[in-house]
């Protein structure tokens, strides 16, 4: 009897003392946790983190002429480019180099989707556009529809586009961004691939980012 | 007989390299190489061509126009990308230094191809009349291809092709 309490007089210091220890060491492992995802962060390129921009709800037509909002792009990794299929050098390139990259990526990612969003409602009708994107690969989706649907999303996104030289009334030119932007299964806009591109930089790129994103839920 | 002779073959020899590097001169200072156009989708009615354009003489070429039976009209565009816009900006000419090549490639210089005559597929050919400051022009084929991306082009293909 004597010597349990004793024993239990030395506990609780004891007990103090190991609490102690062990939360310093839980502070310590958590500061040094997060130095590290910190360090991740910055060594991710092109990585929105930690606050990416969740995407609202926006409307815009499909391909085929169907609606296409923020139900369509969740539970999904979306690659977004932005352009015209009158563009017959920047967009062609980066729509090859995008359907490169989603052929080796799909076998791993089955909650892939790409999509080519026309910044040209004037020309680029539903059935251009279904021609246009599917000659690329046939998974490609095709967005567009008026001015103002456009800009429910390119507005969220933060994109610009604007027609260039319009004294040409038929063949005018658009400056638009040349990235590729990367929306998460939870619908927020965490990665943006800049050019140029290539399909290596960018199944690299996009494995980082999804890898990174996963580790945080 | 054998001074005469060593001294006609002097001769002889240094007409022909006197009018070879004249011709040189005159009409093949230029040249091309690995010209195509980027097949696309077949209702766009804009494509892009490219090639290298050589300029074997010591003076600079300036290009003034091209233009093509196959197309409505051919113009000379640089995409140049300003931050994170891409933008096409029209060139009046271009200059090709002496002794030097200037490549029109993807992302960079190329040509707009309007309103193709038929629609072209890969192994199509295309006219391109090139015209140049100096009043000489010269006519060249240039081959349809698709060519996915930028990780295997030019030089592969144009081995591949030519």
Redesign the interface.
């Known amino acids: 009897m004597l010597n349990k309490l004793s024993n239990s007089k030395f506990l609780i210091p004891a007990m103090a003392i190991l609490a102690m220890l062990a939360t310093s060491a839980g502070f310590y492992i958590s500061v040094k946790q997060s130095q590290q995802s910190q360090q991740a962060v910055s060594n991710i390129e092109g990585l929105f983190w930690p606050n990416p921009k969740q995407i609202n709800e926006f409307s815009v037509l499909d391909q085929d002429g169907n609606g296409f909002g923020l139900n369509q792009i969740k539970g999904k990794w979306s690659f977004i480019f932005f352009g015209y299929?009158?563009?017959?050098?920047?967009c062609?390139?980066t729509m090859?180099?995008m359907?490169?990259s989603y052929k080796e990526l799909v076998g791993d990612n089955n909650d892939l989707q790409l999509i080519f969003a026309s910044v040209d409602p004037e020309r680029d009708t539903p059935?251009?556009l279904s021609?246009?994107v599917s000659?690329f690969n046939p998974d490609f989706i095709g967005l567009g529809g008026t001015n103002e649907m456009i800009t429910s999303l390119t507005g969220q996104i933060g994109?610009?586009y604007y027609l260039?030289?319009e004294n040409q009334a038929e063949?005018y030119?658009v400056?638009?961004?040349?990235?590729i932007f990367l929306i998460d299964p939870l619908g927020r806009m965490v990665g943006k691939l800049?050019?140029?591109?290539?399909?290596?930089k960018i199944i690299q790129q996009f494995t980082t980012i999804k890898n990174f994103i996963n580790e945080q839920s | 007989m054998n001074k005469v002779n060593l001294f006609l073959l002097i001769t002889f020899i240094f007409q022909i390299l006197f009018s070879s590097s004249a011709f040189t001169n005159e009409n093949v200072a230029v040249s091309f190489s690995d010209a195509w156009i980027s097949e696309a989708p077949p209702t766009l009615s804009v494509l892009a061509g490219y090639a290298n354009i050589h300029n074997a003489s010591d003076k600079p070429i300036t290009l003034i126009s091209v233009s093509s039976p196959n197309f409505s009209k051919v113009e000379i565009h640089r995409s140049v990308l300003n931050g994170d816009m891409v933008s096409m900006e029209k060139q009046e000419s271009l200059e090709i230094p002496a002794k030097n090549t200037l490549t029109l490639s993807p992302g960079d210089l190329h040509l707009m191809l309007f309103d193709p005559d038929k629609p072209l597929r890969s192994g199509d050919t295309a006219t391109l009349n090139f015209s140049f400051s100096d009043g000489h022009n010269q006519t060249i084929e240039a081959k349809v291809e698709r060519r996915t991306s930028h990780d295997h082009s030019s030089e592969d293909h144009s081995h591949h092709h030519h």
Not at chain 1, 175 to 179: G, R, V
Not at chain 1, 194 to 200: F, M, Q, V, Y
């Open positions: 299929s009158h563009c017959p050098d920047v062609p390139v090859s180099v359907a490169d059935e251009i021609q246009y000659y994109v610009a260039n030289n063949d030119l400056d638009h961004s040349a990235s800049s050019p140029p591109h290539e399909k290596n």
